[in-house]
């Protein structure tokens, strides 16, 4: 059974930093492109970041940039999601997602109809 279990969520003040561990099992993940989405309450789900299996492809959602960082480990089958400067308004569930094809990264690479397997989300809390 493949799983994608996040970890890593909490609760911290704005300004702080967080760093989110995504672990997968089942399967290996290191031919994949991998990364994050949040989903806010009350607010639809929206895309944050992605790594290439390489990890030489990144992609950040603008409201991110410059305070984000994914990295993965491929021997590790781990993928994460450093976050920096973190305000209010990053305050949602975090989900890992793998994309199920080797070795790409769809066009639409932010529409979460792109990737397979997700995972339950971990909880980031930012107060102010």
């Known amino acids: 059974q493949v799983q994608l279990v996040e970890s890593g969520g909490g609760l911290v003040q704005a300004g702080g930093s967080l760093r989110l561990s995504c672990a997968a099992s089942?399967?290996?993940?290191?031919?994949?492109?991998m990364g994050w989405f949040r989903q806010a309450p009350g607010k639809e789900r929206e895309f944050v970041s992605i790594?290439?299996?390489?990890?030489?492809?990144?992609y950040y959602a603008d409201s991110v940039k410059g305070r984000f960082t994914i990295s993965r480990d491929n021997a590790e089958n781990t993928v994460y999601l450093q976050m920096n400067s973190l305000q209010p308004e990053d305050t949602a569930v975090y989900s890992c997602?793998?994309?199920?094809?080797?070795?790409?990264?769809?066009?639409?690479?932010?529409?979460?109809?792109?990737?397979?397997?997700w995972g339950q989300g971990t909880q980031v809390t930012v107060s102010s």
């Open positions: 997602v793998a994309e199920s094809k080797i070795a790409y990264i769809g066009y639409y690479y932010y529409r979460e109809s792109e990737y397979d397997y």
């Open positions: 089942g399967r290996t993940f290191n031919k994949n492109t």
């Open positions: 790594i290439s299996w390489d990890g030489v492809h990144t």
